[in-house]
C-alpha cells in the first residue's frame, strides 16, 4: 500500500512534531538551554522533510526508531549549535556526568521509547487502512457483480416474437402484444361465404 501526499504530510507533521518536541524536553531536562525560534524552525522543517521523504508506506519499528535517533542527533546539534555563546559548553550534570553524556542519554532514552510509540500507532493506522482498503474492494467486488448480473439478466431477456397466423397479412406492433396472448385467435382472415 503507497501513501497518497497529503497522507505522507501529514504522517511527516506528526512525525516531525513528536520527534521535535521530545528533542526540547530531552535538551532541557539533561541540562541544556532551549533552542532559539530560528533554530527550533529550522529542526521543524529538516525533520518534516526527512520524514516525508521515508512516509510513502508503513515502516517497521526499526526504522522509526532508526529514524527518531538520527533526528534527534541532528536536533541535538543544532540545538548546541544556536546556544547562547555565554553558556558553558560542559558542565556537570547528576552524578558527575557531563552535560553531553546526559544530552545523549536523554535523547536516546527518549528517542527508543517514543520510537516504540510511534511504530505501534504506524502499525495500528496502516492496519485500519488495510481494513477500510479490504472493506472498499470487498463493495467494489460485490458491485461489478450486481452490474453484470443486470447486464447479463437485461441481456438474457429476449423480446417476445410474434408469428404470423396462417394466411394473416397483418401483425400488430410487437409492443402491444402480450407475452401470452395467442395471435390466431378472432374471426377468420379468409371470407367463408
Known amino acids: 500500500m503507497r501513501a497518497t501526499l497529503p497522507f505522507r504530510l501529514a504522517r511527516s507533521a506528526a512525525f516531525a512534531a513528536v520527534g521535535v518536541l521530545l528533542a ?4 532541557w531536562f539533561a541540562g541544556g538551554g532551549g533552542p532559539t525560534t530560528g533554530a527550533l524552525l529550522v ?3 529538516a525533520v518534516t522533510a526527512g520524514a516525508a521523504v521515508v512516509a510513502g508506506r508503513e515502516r517497521s519499528p526499526q526504522v522509526i526508531v532508526g529514524l527518531l535517533v538520527g533526528a534527534q542527533a541532528f536536533l541535538h546539534l543544532l540545538f ?3 546556544a547562547s555563546a555565554g553558556a558553558p559548553a560542559h558542565i556537570t550534570w547528576h552524578g558527575g556526568l557531563t552535560t553531553q553524556t546526559g544530552m545523549l542519554t536523554a535523547h536516546l532514552t527518549a528517542a527508543l521509547l517514543t520510537g516504540l510509540w510511534l511504530s505501534r ?3 495500528a493506522l496502516w492496519s485500519v487502512l488495510r481494513r477500510i482498503g479490504a472493506g472498499a474492494a470487498r463493495w467494489l467486488t460485490m458491485l461489478a457483480a450486481l ?3 443486470l447486464r447479463a439478466g437485461l441481456a438474457g431477456i429476449a423480446r ?5 397466423a396462417r394466411g394473416c397479412t397483418r401483425l ?3 409492443g ?3 407475452r401470452h396472448a395467442v395471435v390466431r385467435r378472432g374471426p377468420p382472415v379468409s371470407p367463408v361465404f
Open 24 to 27: 526540547v524536553g530531552a535538551h
Open 43 to 45: 529542526g521543524v522543517l
Open 80 to 82: 548546541d549549535a544556536s
Open 121 to 123: 500507532g504506524e502499525e
Open 147 to 149: 452490474v453484470a448480473l
Open 160 to 164: 417476445p416474437r410474434v408469428r404470423a
Open 172 to 174: 400488430p406492433r410487437p
Open 176 to 178: 402491444w402484444v402480450l
